[in-house]
T-cell receptor, first 112, second 116 residues
Framework: QQQVKQSPQSLIVQKGGISIINCAYE??????FPWYQQFPGKGPALLIA?????SEKKEGRFTISFNKSAKQFSLHIMDSQPGDSATYFC???????????FGTGTRLTVIP | KAGVTQTPRYLIKTRGQQVTLSCSPI?????VSWYQQTPGQGLQFLFE???????NKGNFPGRFSGRQFSNSRSEMNVSTLELGDSALYLC???????????????FGPGTRLTVL
């Protein structure tokens, strides 16, 4: 059973556009929601993370929006660049827990 | 500060063999977690070690095991390899929290295991 559901599976965006990736979860015990970026041949790298006590967090061109009542969170990439082309994973973990539950990933392609 | 290193980067084995993968965490990090990444199942948690003790284990058969040394380096072992064990095995390092949990996890580049 997939604890974290991610969509879309793939996404093509024009350079300068906004990329939006969505995730949903069922377990209300989750209290930490990171996003990871993975390039081919590399391990996932932490991009940005949020806890459920805030509804939005922004770091540069990357923003997480969090809707606790809907149990959904999303990643927005503003002014998308070809260098952003990668696979993005959302994840969640529980308090005091030491394992991440990952979404299935979104392959983002930013075309020039 | 050096990142997480994993060795070897690539490995080819045949069914029935066993394999040992190694992970060196970021200096000062005491927690090491292992994940399996496959196209079909995505990223799945294997187990986590903190101060040489396994704290949590995912839903994998007993053929998958691990250990951690006093310098926080960790190894995972897979015995009696099956074709389905072909995957990218990722190690993640974090400071570790006294009350449990790991904090932010930093991933290594992974070991690509191919089972023929």
């Amino acid at each position: 059973q997939q604890q974290v559901k991610q969509s879309p599976q793939s996404l093509i965006v024009q350079k300068g556009g906004i990329s939006i990736i969505n995730c949903a979860y069922e377990n209300t015990a989750f209290d930490y929601f990171p996003w990871y970026q993975q390039f081919p041949g590399k391990g996932p790298a932490l991009l940005i993370a949020i806890r459920p006590d805030v509804s939005e967090k922004k770091e540069g061109r990357f923003t997480i929006s969090f809707n606790k009542s809907a149990k959904q969170f999303s990643l927005h990439i503003m002014d998308s660049q070809p260098g952003d082309s990668a696979t993005y994973f959302c994840a969640a973990s529980m308090p005091g827990a030491n394992n991440l539950f990952f979404g299935t990933g979104t392959r983002l392609t930013v075309i020039p | 500060k050096a990142g997480v290193t994993q060795t070897p980067r690539y490995l080819i084995k045949t069914r029935g063999q066993q394999v040992t993968l190694s992970c060196s965490p970021i200096s000062g990090h005491r927690s090491v977690s292992w994940y399996q990444q496959t196209p079909g199942q995505g990223l799945q948690f294997l187990f986590e070690y903190f101060s040489e003790t396994q704290r949590n284990k995912g839903n994998f058969p007993g053929r998958f095991s691990g250990r951690q040394f006093s310098n926080s380096r960790s190894e995972m072992n897979v015995s009696t390899l099956e074709l389905g064990d072909s995957a990218l095995y990722l190690c993640a390092s974090s400071r570790g929290l006294a009350g449990g949990g790991t904090g932010t996890q930093y991933f290594g580049p992974g070991t690509r295991l191919t089972v023929l």
